[in-house]
């Protein structure tokens, strides 16, 4: 995953300014309201320091824009990284309700150990953690991103299941 | 009953009034503080307002008017918005004092005033207008330039200086020593160390039991603490208007959220009322002798708030066009500028309030106007030559 350089500054008594370039050399910046509404604009070539205004978003459009932008690209990412090295697999395995871990913590699991693979994320409805630690809790109903062969993938379904 | 029906009438006809002129400086895209303070003055010209049923009112509801814009600019940034603030644009702060009240403090001692008046004239001079200023940043779409955070910096500055300034001023103006006034400002900062101790200590607590959501609570809560404290800080010497501020300042992040949207539309109301009475209170027939003083004033503190939004965006490395736009944006001024001088007038020196309605009249319209046009002169300058501008 390439890494973009986000400038962040603070506006004070408005909210947060992030600033960024993108790949075709246009310079972005978005501004977070502290009402919770945003700002895009793109800044001038003529005059680097004035800003041209792109668009503004409520609230909950932004949220279904970044909905839109992100939901895929964290599948993608996934898929990616599975694809570049032969044998390595990805799968989202549930949590059913009742299961022996509902309400315990990950490393009660002892996933890794036990079979190999890997948990990358729990998914509880909206909310997603990345990079779990063994503190974190889960809950029957909760998804857990998995990676590893195909046969790990396997071994933390059973285990879940219980 | 007959005189209950005379005063609801006549309130109502000031408030549609009111809403008629802010409808105009809406058109006009100017800010309506000018407009309330000239129908001020025209009221009292025909001495309808002081023989009217409503004036008791108007009295009152004024002084509730400067608490309650005092209170919101205080609920306008956090104290670690002042803090980066301060880090990042302290000598644009300085620079913003040095370069902008000496013109009002010299124009004092020239008219005769006395050091103390006119360190209150110092003040008025000084002070940006940061309602204006931030509005004309969002009508002009600036606020993502490069230039804007040296801008803001120096309103949250300014407006945290006016902390110490205000107290300082009120008890000078009304007679007291320099010890006297260093007492004023010790308390008002002790009240507000008080207040941080106290919010942080039971702020969470109080916080759960009655809800960060319930408008009715943060209304009744934050405006009730407010009046107790402005009461509390007249009582020791300092002004009225400094606890408000305080008050302001010292609530916290979510409370403070809430609070300026539910206590937004209750000052928008009040503040009007004030600027009107403050036009009021102002003798109709000085303004006009004093105009030429408060053009001349306009005219120099026009020139120095270009010279410090200059200075302080070139802190930022932003370049010329930029620092441009930064300094003709802090012009104007308004609301602070108008409570000093109602400290003064109070006190006494009835020739600041004259003054001071003409040269925020002047500076409150002429401000937004220039903030405006240097867009298309940077516009043409930078048609004139093709190659971007240097940094």
Known sequence: MPCMDVIEVLLPGVGLRYEFTTATGARIGVIAHRDGHFEM?????????????????????????????????????????????????????????????????????????????????????????????????????????????????RGVRTLVSG | MAEIGIFLAELGLLLLILGALSAIAERLRISPIPLFLLAGLAFGQVGLAQDGQASEFVQATAEIGVLLLLLLLGLEFSTAEFSASMRRHAPSGLVDLALNAPPGFIAGLLLGYGWRVSLALAGITWISSSGIVARLLGELGRMANRETPAVLSVLVLEDVAMAVFLPLVAVLLAGGTMTRAAIGVVVALAVVLMIFFVAGRFGPRLGQVLGPEDSEQVLLRVLGTTLVVAGLTYAVGASAAVGAFLVGLAIPGRTAMRAREVLKPLRDLFAAIFFLSFGLSVE??????????????????????????????????????????????LIPRGEFSIVIAGLAVMSGASGVGPLATGYVLLLGIAGPVLARTSDSVIGTLSSRRSAPPPA
């Open chain 1, 41 to 153: 604009v793109r800044y001038s070539m003529a005059d680097p320091d004035a800003s041209l205004p792109l668009i503004t978003l409520t609230r909950a459009e932004a949220d279904t824009v970044a909905e839109i932008f992100g939901a895929p690209r964290i599948s993608e990412r996934f898929a990616d990284l599975t694809r570049e090295i032969p044998g390595l697999a990805s799968a989202t395995i549930e949590i059913p309700h009742g299961s022996p871990f509902d309400g315990q913590t990950l490393g009660k699991t002892k996933a890794r150990t036990r079979t190999g693979a890997s948990v990358v994320a729990i998914v509880r409805g909206e909310h997603v953690i990345a990079s779990p630690t063994p503190k974190d809790g889960l809950l029957g109903g909760d998804s857990l991103v998995v990676i590893g062969t195909d046969e790990g993938i």
């Open chain 2, 284 to 329: 109709t027939s000085g303004v006009l002798p004093a105009l030429p003083v408060a053009a001349a004033l306009a005219g120099v503190t026009i020139l120095t708030k270009v010279a410090t939004g200059w200075y302080a965006a070139r802190c930022d490395g932003v370049g010329r066009y930029g620092r441009f736009r930064a300094g003709t944006v």
